[in-house]
């Protein structure tokens, strides 16, 4: 099982590789992702991802238009996917949610939260 951590800031994606990391989630089973595109390559090119951990602003493709993508491909239609994003205006959640983002997480993200909310999906 992995789980993919997409975000065009090295910053976030650590912050999150290490809340990862606290869950004992292996190392070799997060792979990481700078933009929509890089990611939409390894979701094509690997079949174990099971978790998406997404950012919406990012350069090339962002994170909506990714998850747009990923939504209408078979066998990511059930993929929980969790986006962690700045924009917190409810109407960007909506628009997350109606695109098929499973949960929502407000930067600047907390271990607990951000832990919590993956947790969760772990578990099903
Ligand atoms: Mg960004």
Request: proline share 2%; no cysteine; aromatic share 4%.
């Amino acid at each position: 099982m992995a789980i993919l951590v997409v975000d065009d800031s090295r910053l976030y994606r650590n912050i999150i590789k290490n809340v990862l990391a606290e869950r004992n989630m292996a190392d070799e089973g997060i792979l990481d992702a700078g933009d929509g595109s890089e990611a939409l390559s390894i979701l094509l090119e690997r079949e174990d991802i099971s978790l998406l951990l997404v950012d919406w602003n990012m350069p090339k493709m962002n994170g909506l238009d990714l998850v747009k993508k990923i939504r209408e491909m078979d066998r990511y239609k059930t993929m929980p996917i969790v986006m962690i994003t700045s924009e917190a205006a409810r109407y960007n959640v909506m628009e997350a949610l109606k695109a098929g983002v499973s949960d929502y997480v407000v930067k600047p993200i907390t271990g607990r939260i951000l832990g919590n909310k993956i947790d969760a999906f772990l578990q099903r």
